[in-house]
C-alpha cells in the first residue's frame, strides 16, 4: 500500500480544510515547533483507527476537534481522508478498490456523536478500516509510524510488547485480527452446538412420550374392535334363541288351538 494524500478539516490544528501530497521518494515536513508537524503523523494514526485518545495527545476522543482560538470558534467535526493505492498483487479483501487500485479511507468525527469511517465512499465499520490497514501490515500501532516519545517506548518495552511490534512489522497483524474473529465465530457456533444439544435432548424425551401414547392409541383402538365384534356376536345369539323360543312358543299354541277345536267339536257330538 502507498499512500498518496493526505486531506484533514478540523482536525486538531487544521482547522481549515488542508491537503499534504506524498510524492514517489522522500517527504519531509519542516517547521517551528508547535505547527502541527506531529499533529499530521497522528491524523494518519487517526484515519487508521486509532481509539485510544490517550496516544492521540487527548483526555477524550472529541480533543481531536479543533478547539477553537482567541480569534477562530471551535469547530462540530473533524475529519481526515488518507488516500492510498494498492500495489501489485496487494488485495484489500474487506472493501471493493476502483479499477484504478485506489482506496481513500475517511475519518469523521462529531461532537457527541462519535466516529463514522467511510472507504471509497461506502459506510464501512472500524473493524474493516482497521483490516484493510492491518493486511497491508500498516495501521495505528504499525512501527514504521514513530511518534515523539516511541523510540524510548520500543527501548523499554517488555518482550511480549516488542513481539507485537514484530508482528506488526512482520504483517501478520491482520491473521492475528481474524484468527480473533475465527475463535469468536467458533465459540459462538459452539455455544449454538451446545443449545442444538439440549434441544435434541428434549425432542428426544418428548418423542419417547409420544411413541408411549401412540401405542397406547393402538391398543384402544385394536380392543375397541374386538369390543365391537364380541357384543355383535351376543346379539346375533340372543337374537337366534328369541327366534328359537318364538318359534317353540308358536307350536304350542298351534297344538293348543287344535286340541281347544277337538274339545269343542266334542262337546257338539255330545249334545246332539
Ligand atoms: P514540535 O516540533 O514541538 O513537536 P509540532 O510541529 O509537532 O511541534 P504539534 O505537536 O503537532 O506540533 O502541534 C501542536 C499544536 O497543535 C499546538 O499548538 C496545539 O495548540 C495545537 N492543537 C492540538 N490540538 C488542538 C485542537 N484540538 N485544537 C486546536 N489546536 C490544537
Known amino acids: 500500500m502507498q499512500i498518496k494524500r493526505l486531506k484533514l478539516a478540523g482536525f486538531k490544528s487544521f482547522v481549515d480544510a488542508?491537503?499534504?501530497?506524498?510524492?514517489p521518494g522522500l517527504t519531509g515536513i519542516v517547521g517551528p515547533n508547535g505547527c502541527g508537524k506531529s499533529n499530521l503523523l497522528e491524523a494518519i494514526r487517526w484515519v487508521m483507527g486509532e481509539s485510544s485518545a490517550k496516544s492521540m495527545r487527548?483526555?477524550?476522543?472529541?480533543?481531536?476537534i479543533f478547539a477553537g482560538t482567541a480569534s477562530r470558534p471551535q469547530r462540530?467535526?473533524?475529519?481526515?481522508?488518507?488516500?492510498?493505492?494498492?500495489?501489485?498483487?496487494?488485495l484489500?479483501?474487506?472493501?471493493?478498490?476502483?479499477?484504478?487500485?485506489?482506496?481513500?479511507?475517511?475519518?469523521?468525527i462529531e461532537r457527541g456523536?462519535?466516529?463514522?469511517?467511510?472507504?471509497?465512499?461506502?459506510?464501512?465499520?472500524?473493524k474493516d478500516v482497521s483490516l484493510i490497514f492491518a493486511d497491508a501490515a500498516t495501521g495505528p500501532h504499525s512501527p514504521a509510524l514513530v511518534s515523539q516519545g516511541r523510540i524510548a517506548a520500543v527501548i523499554a518495552a517488555r518482550p511480549q510488547e516488542r513481539r507485537a511490534m514484530l508482528e506488526e512489522a512482520a504483517g501478520i497483524a491482520g491473521l492475528h485480527v481474524r484468527r480473533k474473529d475465527a475463535e469468536?465465530?467458533?465459540?459462538?457456533?459452539?455455544?449454538?452446538?451446545?443449545?442444538?444439544?439440549e434441544i435434541l435432548l428434549d425432542m428426544d424425551t418428548r418423542a419417547n412420550a409420544l411413541r408411549r401414547q401412540a401405542r397406547a392409541a393402538e391398543r384402544y383402538i385394536r380392543l375397541s374392535d374386538q369390543i365391537r365384534v364380541a357384543e355383535a356376536r351376543t346379539l346375533f345369539a340372543r337374537w337366534r334363541e328369541a327366534n328359537v323360543s318364538a318359534e317353540a312358543a308358536r307350536a304350542e299354541?298351534?297344538?293348543?288351538?287344535?286340541?281347544?277345536?277337538?274339545?269343542?267339536?266334542?262337546?257338539?257330538?255330545?249334545?246332539a
Request: charged fraction near 30%; proline fraction near 0%; aromatic fraction near 4%.
Open 113 to 126: 456523536a462519535g466516529s463514522a469511517y467511510r472507504a471509497n465512499g461506502k459506510d464501512v465499520r472500524a
Open 92 to 108: 484489500f479483501s474487506t472493501v471493493e478498490v476502483g479499477a484504478d487500485g485506489e482506496l481513500e479511507v475517511t475519518r469523521r
Open 184 to 197: 469468536q465465530k467458533l465459540r459462538a457456533a459452539e455455544a449454538n452446538l451446545a443449545r442444538l444439544d
Open 58 to 64: 487527548g483526555a477524550g476522543m472529541e480533543d481531536v
Open 76 to 90: 462540530d467535526f473533524a475529519e481526515v481522508s488518507l488516500l492510498t493505492v494498492q500495489e501489485q498483487g496487494e
Open 18 to 23: 488542508t491537503e499534504l501530497r506524498i510524492e
Open 253 to 271: 299354541a298351534r297344538q293348543a288351538e287344535a286340541a281347544v277345536a277337538a274339545a269343542q267339536a266334542a262337546q257338539l257330538a255330545a249334545g
